[in-house]
Nanobody
Framework: QVQLVESGGGLVQPGGSLGLSCAAS????????MGWYRQTPGKQRELVAT???????NYADSAKGRFTISRDNLQNTVYLQMNSLNPEDTAVYYC???????????????????WGQGTQVTVSS
């Protein structure tokens, strides 16, 4: 099976920075897209940023210019560097891996999507 393990959440003051990381583990052959979403109580989960294996990125308007997504394809890890944080960025941040090909052999592999367990980011003075 495949697991996504996130780290790096916490409390930060407005204007501060925080970095998140998410590592996918298991018998993985490839991952198409890795990214970050966030959710606050009573709201739908929303896109923050995604990155394909070909380094194509997609950012929410709220993240453009402040957040940077990157990934290490060999380590199946995705990162999110968040700068100039404000209280509206407070949320649970979820890692997502789409198009994960995994299995005991490529010929008998599976393809599916996964979510991480979420990590809390709180921006407050």
């Amino acid at each position: 099976q495949v697991q996504l393990v996130e780290s790096g959440g916490g409390l930060v003051q407005p204007g501060g920075s925080l970095g998140l990381s998410c590592a996918a583990s298991g018998s993985i052959f490839s991952i198409n897209t890795m990214g970050w979403y966030r959710q606050t109580p009573g709201k739908q989960r929303e896109l923050v940023a995604t990155m394909t294996s070909g380094d194509r990125t997609n950012y929410a308007d709220s993240a453009k210019g402040r957040f940077t997504i990157s990934r290490d394809n060999l380590q199946n890890t995705v990162y999110l560097q968040m700068n100039s944080l404000n209280p509206e960025d407070t949320a649970v941040y979820y890692c997502r891996a789409e198009g994960v090909r995994y299995g005991s052999s490529y010929e008998e592999s599976f393809l599916r999507d996964y979510w991480g367990q979420g990590t809390q980011v709180t921006v407050s003075s």
